[in-house]
Structure formats: structure tokens, C-alpha cells
């Protein structure tokens, strides 16, 4: 038996990340898949009114997030949750807000089958792309695999380039670190722990409005480019990353659900400021295809 | 210990004894006859095999032994010499701090031993005695060793064949710029890769093994330490765990000749345990925690290109990556999924495991990997003591032992500590067992009689106190939802019942009762804020007010209630702050410092009361790298005046207990001697060993 370590295609990650990606044995990356799965990323016969693409809900001009409260699909019909920016997710383990796929194969699917999407059929998408369901996944999986995230300033500083963070940022980051205990959940190279909390923000005229993965919980997302991928949290309902500062400073909305990590932080003016500066520098340059 | 339980394998063939005398019928004769005590007969018993036979119609306890079946096993065993007793067991203790002493002094002979009586599977005794330090690695030809030197902290290097070490870094003086930490020989011999540690922070070293180009390779602020694995075959690049304070730990490769660092993964932090490179450079082995706190554990294989990861072995137990066999096709690791903690070998080819692991030896114990050679040594330590609790009298003008220590922990083997006595001294209860969470023992001081109980807990962090009135013992612990806080435990039952949880990032330390058994007294810290604050907690209504020390930015290392529950002394500072000793009444009034060690001091320890609440016992020790030395005990008046020795080099214990007849001392301590350095050999598959 040949090594299947032969086989496998390592992209080199940009800065700050691991140079281990999971990837599954039934789909290991190939160059002739990431680009097919690039041209499918943007290939509107993938909606039954041909309007729109895996794309337009994430742009990768908006690191990959479409800057809407909510997804539009075909038709103007409206979601109920936002578009996720997905850079880095070959690192993720589980997918959707609510983490209802377990990988992106499966994950690269639904969006398309959704009525409220993409609005196809398996058998609309074969017809139209010439190639069998499974092909069409794991060629958009493997694409997704490459968008990359990484070489922010955040990342320079970390290898040792004490300048590549202002004095406010460094501050904000002490803050991220510190007081405001950012890392217990935004932690490690992709600022996630992949883990599903209740936040709050689910809670509205003291009721759910959305379960997520149960009991409010919901994915926490990643935080790179997130000076990019306004506005913010799960349903959208945060315009600016001040008001997601402001939002968990006061602790969140109490609800009996609610993290007990999410408490009132008692941030002042100044931390919040550097904070913010602090969440700008974790934009840095995106890579997909290669 | 380890190294006995290894030798397990050649005792003689039961079938050939012939129990036919008279038998010894208790622990105790059987531990009189080995020259041991019941203790160490037990415990051989339970890790080595020694033949104990059971009355099955009787209680579990009643034990009988033959003399001609432990003289077989004895023999058997014996590959080792070992020593009889020199010393009178009161001095063991003292003995250990000698001893530890002794480190920074002299140096140590190569006492290698033939280890096998069957020319079969053989352990071989490399080093021993003062000097001995397990956190290096032998070289890949098995001739070197390296080393930190503790009396420096320099990086050292020893030839075992002619015991000659020599210091591979100066320090300018002792610890002066730093210490040595887990060096790493390169398989060519011709290098050395070390941590540096110093209070600035810690940088990956390396040098040529004759001293010369000494570098440092990587350094970054951002990791709060990290320290090498070893070199990929080629030398070319060294493995190294880095680690991210409270956020995750990484497996980097760095190249030796420009100190780049390729990232391979992040990990969650502190579920990293030990790594090892193939022989082929292909892959890296490791071992990951599955969970915090709990011991499931995987054994997964990485790809050094980052291209692959698969998991070679799950287990709901501890396991540990020991290394790689010289045929680079065997993982050697260390397993407890059979109930002992024992040797596995596992047969890895192209990048997969190939059928089950075998189990290699039973029962390995506490054996800590140190490499594995070419020609398929494995190099261990062990440290051959056992932490037991003591009892003993204590001369408060003399300060001094006035009678001979005896063992209190008669019903556990090994692992003991954080003895407490009950208020009115009849009873002294310990923690026990190496294992999450740990049994609770409580003997009967004046007969002798122990008993156990498991309390429903997944960690005992410490025993603190026992109730006022006698009913319940009060731990530092995580219940079974992992809440962290502090706990009653009824004495007689074993239920737990929480007294007060942590919340979030918070932690409860050092939970004591009041007199009035209706509050206890606790520091709480949260993790992530500097304050930390001392808690006066309403058990029965949950009410709470905190206590004014005038030092709660600084922190508290540890705090210890009057026996007369009428002052709280607290041993505060830490990080940037200075150290300061002081006293606040229980009642609420202005807090009193005791004393503001200058530098020359050392470390300053609160270690308790005098049993007449009129006096703070402290200890002052030097921290040269890991170890502390120049011990000495002070007391102080909390009414103001000069602090006063009470006894230099005392006990190395963490915490003295004191009876309330303000003469008897309880404290956990080392039965046995230090470190030892082994190579166990031909234990390998034949196809393995080569």
C-alpha cells in the first residue's frame, strides 16, 4: 500500500495559521477540484432562478460575508439568520450558526437544496452542471478549504514584530486578553473555540426567537476580518463592532439560558476604544484557490 | 516503583513454591519479615507482585504470606540490589532535604548495573543519588546525557561511560541569566537544544556539544513558555511545544540553522502531552487530553508537512507517548486502559496503525520517559520515594523533632497528603491516591484504625479543614459537573454537599471554618482581574462580606485561620508585587503587616499558627530554578516584635499541621529515596529493536 501521506495536497497557510488543515480522507484536495469548486462558488445556475450564486451571500470583497442583517435568496426571500463569513472554516468542526453539519461537504449542500436559498434539486444541479451531486460538494468543499484568512497586523506582531500593532491596539488587545476575557471563547489562530454559547442576543419580549443549536447557543464565530463582515452576531441585530462591544460590556441580555461567561465587563470609554482598534487589526489578506 | 514493578516479569514460576511453612499473617509480619513496613509490604503487593494470599472466608483484609514464596520473589527481584535501611525512619525526611541540598553541590557517579538475571528483558541503573536530574534526554548512542546542573542552572552534559559532566553554558552566577531546562541531544550527538528560562521570560537555545556556538534559536513574547521534544532525524529542525497563556499550546517545528518556526497545530491549552518525532521524519506522535480535568486520552500521529492527522489510539484513560522504536514502525506508549498503568507497543506503518497494541510490560508505575535509544534502550526516570503523612512531636524552643516521625498513612499506598486534624486531635484525615479525585482517609490517631470514603467529586484539589464539630471535612474540589468551589464531606457518609462555588472565572482557595461552624473563610480570585479578595461566607443563609486586608490588588498566596478563629493571617504579593506577610481580625478592623521580606530573604511561605493564635509561622527559602533550598522556619508575635527562627533546614513539607495539643505535627512527606535515572532493555519486539 502506497502512503497516503502522497496524496495529499499541503497549502501553505497564510501567517498566523496551522499549517495542519483537516481534511477528509474521501476528499483530499486536488488542484483540478479547489478549481472547480471556485468556478461553482460563483456559478449562478447553482440557483433555480439563476440570480444567484454561493457568492452573493459570501462575497469575497466582504471577506466572504454579504454585510445584510439576514441572507436574501432567490426571489428576495429573507432568511432568518446571517450569511457567516466563511474564511478559515477547513479549520471548523462543525458548520452553520448552529452547527448542524459536521462537515462542508455536507454543509456545501444546503444552501443550494434551500427553498429560501438556492432553491435547486440534486438532480436540477446535475443536469445543469453535468456533474454528480457528490462531485459538486466536494469540489465546493475543497474551494472553501482554501479561503484563508491570515498576515493581519495582529498576525505580524504575534511572530515577533513589535511594531506591527499601535500602542492603542496593543492596549486593546490587553483588554481582549484581560478584562474583557475575549480568548475564553474567541480563542486559538482562528479566534474560535468552535464551542456554542447563548450570548443573548437570541433572547427577545422575553422569549427565544431562535433556539440555534438549543437553548439559544449558537456558534461563535471567528474574528478575523471582522472589521470586514458588519454587521454582526447571528441574526444580524449588532450594526458596528462598537455596538457588539457596548453589547457585551453590559452582559449580554439575561436570560435563563445565558453563558455565565457573558457578565458585565465594566469596561471604561478608553478600553472599548482600543478594543475596537484592537478587533480592526485582525483584517489581513484572504486567499482562496491556491 | 517503577523499576521493581518491572522486574515483575521474573519471578519465579508459582508452581515451583512449596508453601508448606508456617505463614506470616498480617501486614505487619510480612512487612517485618521483608524488613519493610506494612506500608511498603502493601504496596508491593498492589505494584510488584509480592504473594499475598487471602483468607476467603474472612474479611478482605486478612492477609497471609509464606516466607518461602517472598524469598523466591525476593530473589527474583533482585536484579537490583537494593540497600537494606541505613537510616532510622525519622530521618527520611531530613534525609530528603539533605539530600536535595546535595544537588547543588556534587556530582554523581555512573553506577550501571546488570539488570538481568534470565539474559531476557533487563532494566539497568544509570543514575542515581545526588545530581540526578530526569528533565534531559539521552543521546541517540545512548554514551550522553544531557542535563540541567541544578547547582548553576547551566546546561550540562554527562558521558556515562566515564561520568565525567561538564557545564555547557556559564552562568555569570548561579541562575544568574537563567537556567537550563529540557535539553534535547541531536541524533548526531553534535548538538544541544534547550528552554532558557528567565524571569524575563523563555527563549529556545542551542549549542554544539563541545560548548561552542551557543545561540538562542527562537523567542517570542507571545508564548509564555515553550520548551523543545527533540530534533527531526536530520537535525535540521527541532520540535517544539509552545504555549499560549490560558489559550491554547502548539506544535511548532523550528529550524536549527535560522530559528523560523513552522506552526503545525493549536491545540486547547493544557490538553498537550508528550510528543515524539518518527524515526523517519515523517511524522510526530503525541499524546492529547481529551478533556480537561479528566483523563480520556488519544494518541494521534501528525504529519511533520502538516498534511495529515489521524488518531492512532482513544482511550477513556491516561495514556502517554513514550517514543519510537529504533525499527521506526513500533510507538511505544504508556497506558492505563487495563486498570495499571503499563508499556504498550503499537505497530504504526505508513502513517496508520496496523493491528492492536500489544501490552510490552505491567505495571511501569510513575516511570517517566526520557528517549529511547538506537539500539532500543528505553531511558526512565523514577523517583523511588513515596509521599506518605507523618506524624510527629516538635520542640518549639528547640525547634527541633523530639520524637521519631511515624507514618500515619497505613491504608494507602503512595500518593498522601493535606493531613488535617479533627478539633479535639483523635482523628487525622488525608487525601490518597494518585488517581482523580482521590480517597479520603481518616485515622484514629489513638488505635490506629482507618477507614476510607469516596466522595462523589471528579477532583480533590486539597484538603483544607474539618469541621468544628467534627461532622465533616472541608475540600478545595470540582464536583461531578466539574463546578469548581468548596465542599463538605461528611465524615461518616462520604456525601458531598457544596459550601460555595466559583463562578466563572473565579477560584475558591483555601476554604477554612470559623469556630461559630457557620461560616467559612475563604481568598477567591478571578482568573482574568487582578483583585483578590478575602470572603467571610454564610453557609446557611449564602451570605457574604469580604474581609479588608489592604492587599487585595496585590493577591493572595495563601491565608490560614487562628486556631482561636479570631485572626486570619494571609501571605499576599506575588508577580509585581512584593511579597507581605500580615494578620486582619475575623471581626472586620484595621489589617496588621508582619513582615516585608527584602530580597535577600527568598520566598517567603506562610506555613500556620502557634497553637496559642499568639504567633505566624513562615518559612524563608531560596528558589534556585525549580527547587528551593536554604529553608528555614521563623515565627513572629502578631502583637508586634521581631520575627524569630525557629529552625533552619527543617522539613521540606508543604504544609505542617499542627495537633491542638500544640506539640504533635502532621505533613505529607517522602518515604524513600530521589531520583533515579534507568534504561530498560530488550523489551522490544525482536522485529523492533532494530
Known amino acids: 500500500m502506497k502512503p497516503l501521506l502522497l496524496f495529499a495536497l499541503v497549502i501553505r497557510p497564510p501567517l498566523g495559521l496551522d499549517l495542519y488543515m483537516p481534511v477528509p480522507d474521501a476528499n483530499p484536495l486536488t488542484p483540478a477540484k479547489i478549481a472547480l469548486g471556485r468556478k461553482l462558488f460563483f456559478d449562478k445556475r447553482l440557483s433555480l432562478d439563476g440570480t444567484l450564486a454561493c457568492a452573493s451571500c459570501h462575497d469575497p470583497k466582504l471577506a466572504f460575508s454579504d454585510g445584510r442583517k439576514v441572507a436574501r435568496g432567490i426571489g428576495g426571500a429573507e432568511g432568518t439568520r446571517s450569511a457567516p463569513a466563511i474564511v478559515n472554516r477547513g479549520y471548523g468542526k462543525t458548520f452553520f450558526w448552529d452547527g448542524r453539519s459536521k462537515s462542508l461537504e455536507q454543509q456545501a449542500l444546503e444552501p443550494i437544496l434551500n427553498p429560501k436559498e438556492l432553491g435547486m434539486t440534486e438532480a436540477e444541479v446535475e443536469r445543469r452542471t453535468g456533474l454528480k451531486i457528490a462531485d459538486v460538494t466536494s469540489a465546493l468543499a475543497s474551494y472553501v478549504r482554501t479561503i484563508r484568512s491570515g498576515n493581519s497586523r495582529f498576525d505580524r506582531y504575534a511572530a515577533g514584530d513589535q511594531h506591527a500593532l499601535s500602542d492603542l491596539e496593543k492596549a486593546g488587545l490587553a483588554v481582549f486578553r484581560g478584562k474583557a476575557r475575549c480568548t475564553t471563547c474567541h480563542a486559538g489562530p482562528n479566534f474560535t473555540d468552535e464551542n456554542f454559547h447563548n450570548t443573548g442576543i437570541a433572547w427577545q419580549d422575553g422569549k427565544l426567537a431562535d433556539q440555534g443549536a438549543g437553548e439559544g447557543k449558537f456558534k461563535v464565530p471567528t474574528l478575523r476580518e471582522v472589521a470586514r463582515t458588519a454587521p454582526y452576531m447571528h441574526d444580524g441585530s449588532l450594526a458596528t463592532l462598537e455596538d457588539v462591544v457596548d453589547y457585551y460590556d453590559r452582559g449580554g441580555n439575561a436570560n435563563p439560558g445565558l453563558d455565565e461567561d457573558v457578565r458585565p465587563l465594566h469596561l471604561s470609554a478608553e478600553e472599548k476604544l482600543a478594543l475596537v482598534a484592537f478587533l480592526r487589526s485582525l483584517s489581513g489578506s484572504i486567499r482562496d484557490g491556491k | 516503583?517503577?523499576?521493581?514493578?518491572?522486574?515483575?516479569?521474573?519471578?519465579?514460576?508459582?508452581?515451583?513454591?512449596?508453601?508448606?511453612?508456617?505463614?506470616?499473617?498480617?501486614?505487619?509480619?510480612?512487612?517485618?519479615?521483608?524488613?519493610?513496613?506494612?506500608?511498603?509490604?502493601?504496596?508491593?503487593?498492589?505494584?510488584?507482585?509480592?504473594?499475598?494470599?487471602?483468607?476467603?472466608?474472612?474479611?478482605?483484609?486478612?492477609?497471609?504470606?509464606?516466607?518461602?514464596?517472598?524469598?523466591?520473589?525476593?530473589?527474583?527481584?533482585?536484579?537490583?540490589?537494593?540497600?537494606?535501611?541505613?537510616?532510622?525512619?525519622?530521618?527520611?525526611?531530613?534525609?530528603?532535604?539533605?539530600?536535595?541540598?546535595?544537588?547543588?553541590?556534587?556530582?554523581?557517579?555512573?553506577?550501571?548495573?546488570?539488570?538481568?538475571?534470565?539474559?531476557?528483558?533487563?532494566?539497568?541503573?544509570?543514575?542515581?543519588?545526588?545530581?540526578?536530574?530526569?528533565?534531559?534526554?539521552?543521546?541517540?548512542?545512548?554514551?550522553?546525557?544531557?542535563?540541567?546542573?541544578?547547582?548553576?542552572?547551566?546546561?550540562?552534559?554527562?558521558?556515562?561511560?566515564?561520568?565525567?559532566?561538564?557545564?555547557?553554558?556559564?552562568?555569570?552566577?548561579?541562575?544568574?541569566?537563567?537556567?537550563?531546562?529540557?535539553?534535547?541531544?541531536?541524533?548526531?550527538?553534535?548538538?544541544?537544544?534547550?528552554?532558557?528560562?528567565?524571569?524575563?521570560?523563555?527563549?529556545?537555545?542551542?549549542?554544539?556539544?563541545?560548548?561552542?556556538?551557543?545561540?538562542?534559536?527562537?523567542?517570542?513574547?507571545?508564548?509564555?513558555?515553550?520548551?523543545?521534544?527533540?530534533?527531526?532525524?536530520?537535525?535540521?529542525?527541532?520540535?517544539?511545544?509552545?504555549?499560549?497563556?490560558?489559550?491554547?499550546?502548539?506544535?511548532?517545528?523550528?529550524?536549527?540553522?535560522?530559528?523560523?518556526?513552522?506552526?503545525?497545530k493549536t491545540l486547547t491549552w493544557g490538553s498537550l502531552g508528550r510528543l515524539s518525532f518518527s524515526p523517519d521524519g515523517r511524522y510526530v506522535a503525541y499524546d492529547l487530553r481529551t478533556q480537561q480535568g479528566k483523563p480520556g486520552t488519544k494518541i494521534m500521529l501528525l504529519a511533520q508537512d502538516g498534511s495529515r492527522e489521524v488518531t492512532l489510539s482513544e482511550s477513556v484513560t491516561q495514556e502517554q507517548v513514550f517514543g519510537w522504536a529504533p525499527d521506526g514502525k513500533t510507538l511505544l506508549f504508556a497506558s492505563e486502559r487495563t486498570g495499571t498503568r503499563d508499556l504498550w507497543a503499537l505497530s504504526v506503518i505508513d502513517g496508520k496503525a496496523e493491528g492492536d497494541a500489544k501490552r510490552l510490560r505491567h505495571g511501569i508505575g510513575g516511570m517517566r520517559p526520557m528517549g529511547i535509544t538506537k539500539s532500543g534502550s528505553l531511558f526512565f526516570a523514577d523517583n523511588n520515594g513515596t509521599n506518605e503523612i507523618f506524624i510527629a512531636s516538635w520542640d518549639w524552643e528547640t525547634g527541633r523533632m523530639v520524637v521519631v516521625p511515624k507514618p500515619a498513612s497505613h491504608g494507602l499506598l503512595g500518593v498522601n497528603r493535606d493531613p488535617v486534624w479533627s478539633r479535639d486531635g483523635k482523628y487525622l484525615a488525608y487525601v490518597s491516591g494518585d488517581k482523580s479525585p482521590g480517597k479520603i482517609s481518616i485515622v484514629n490517631i489513638e488505635n490506629e484504625n482507618e477507614r476510607q470514603l469516596s466522595p462523589k467529586l471528579s477532583a480533590i484539589q486539597r484538603l483544607t479543614d474539618w469541621s468544628p464539630d467534627g461532622r465533616s471535612l472541608l475540600l478545595m474540589a470540582f464536583d461531578e459537573k466539574n463546578h469548581e468551589g468548596a465542599y463538605s464531606m461528611d465524615t461518616q457518609t462520604g456525601e458531598v454537599r457544596a459550601v460555595a462555588q466559583a463562578e466563572g472565572e473565579q477560584t475558591i482557595f483555601q476554604p477554612e471554618w470559623l469556630p461559630n461552624g457557620k461560616e467559612i473563610v475563604y481568598y477567591r480570585r478571578d482568573q482574568t482581574a487582578s483583585p483578590s479578595h478575602v470572603i467571610i461566607h454564610d453557609v446557611g443563609t449564602g451570605s457574604e462580606r469580604q474581609l479588608q486586608t489592604g492587599h487585595a490588588d496585590a493577591g493572595f498566596i495563601d491565608t490560614a485561620i487562628s486556631p482561636d478563629g479570631h485572626y486570619l493571617a494571609f501571605r499576599a504579593g506575588g508577580g509585581s508585587y512584593e511579597p507581605v506577610l500580615g494578620v486582619v481580625p475575623v471581626t472586620g478592623g484595621a489589617p496588621r503587616e508582619l513582615f516585608r521580606p527584602d530580597v535577600s530573604a527568598g520566598r517567603v511561605d506562610l506555613i500556620g499558627w502557634s497553637p496559642d493564635s499568639r504567633q505566624v509561622i513562615f518559612d524563608t527559602k531560596q528558589r534556585m530554578g525549580l527547587r528551593n533550598v536554604n529553608l528555614e522556619w521563623w515565627r513572629i508575635p502578631i502583637e508586634g516584635g521581631e520575627r524569630r527562627k525557629l529552625a533552619s533546614d527543617p522539613l521540606q513539607a508543604a504544609k505542617i499541621r499542627f495537633h491542638p495539643d500544640g506539640h504533635r505535627i502532621a505533613f505529607a512527606g517522602t518515604q524513600g529515596g530521589g531520583m533515579e535515572i534507568w534504561a530498560l532493555e530488550n523489551f522490544l519486539p525482536q522485529s523492533a529493536g532494530k
Not at chain 2, 528533565?135 to 552534559?157: E, M, N, Q, V
Not at chain 2, 528552554?195 to 527562537?218: C, H, M, Q
Request: charged fraction near 25%; aromatic fraction near 8%; proline fraction near 7%.
Open chain 2, 1 to 264: 516503583m517503577a523499576i521493581e514493578a518491572i522486574l515483575t516479569s521474573m519471578n519465579p514460576n508459582e508452581s515451583d513454591l512449596q508453601p508448606s511453612e508456617t505463614a506470616l499473617e498480617s501486614w505487619k509480619e510480612i512487612g517485618a519479615y521483608l524488613q519493610r513496613n506494612a506500608v511498603t509490604a502493601r504496596r508491593w503487593e498492589k505494584e510488584e507482585g509480592l504473594p499475598v494470599h487471602r483468607h476467603t472466608h474472612k474479611s478482605r483484609s486478612s492477609v497471609y504470606a509464606y516466607p518461602s514464596e517472598i524469598d523466591a520473589w525476593r530473589a527474583g527481584r533482585r536484579v537490583v540490589p537494593e540497600p537494606p535501611p541505613t537510616r532510622p525512619l525519622w530521618k527520611i525526611p531530613a534525609f530528603a532535604v539533605t539530600m536535595l541540598l546535595c544537588l547543588i553541590t556534587v556530582g554523581n557517579g555512573v553506577r550501571p548495573q546488570v539488570a538481568s538475571a534470565q539474559g531476557t528483558q533487563a532494566a539497568r541503573q544509570i543514575l542515581s543519588g545526588p545530581g540526578t536530574d530526569d528533565t534531559g534526554s539521552p543521546s541517540f548512542d545512548g554514551r550522553y546525557l544531557s542535563l540541567t546542573d541544578w547547582a548553576t542552572g547551566d546546561l550540562a552534559i554527562r558521558d556515562l561511560i566515564s561520568g565525567a559532566q561538564r557545564r555547557l553554558t556559564s552562568n555569570s552566577a548561579p541562575y544568574g541569566d537563567g537556567y537550563a531546562f529540557r535539553p534535547q541531544v541531536s541524533r548526531d550527538g553534535k548538538q544541544v537544544v534547550f528552554s532558557w528560562i528567565k524571569p524575563s521570560g523563555v527563549e529556545l537555545r542551542i549549542v554544539e556539544a563541545d560548548g561552542s556556538n551557543l545561540r538562542t534559536l527562537y523567542s517570542n513574547r507571545e508564548f509564555s513558555y515553550l520548551e523543545p521534544a527533540g530534533f527531526s532525524p536530520d537535525g535540521k529542525e527541532i520540535l517544539t511545544v509552545l504555549n499560549a497563556a490560558n489559550e491554547s499550546d502548539k506544535i511548532a517545528l523550528v529550524s536549527a540553522a535560522d530559528g523560523r518556526a513552522r506552526f503545525l
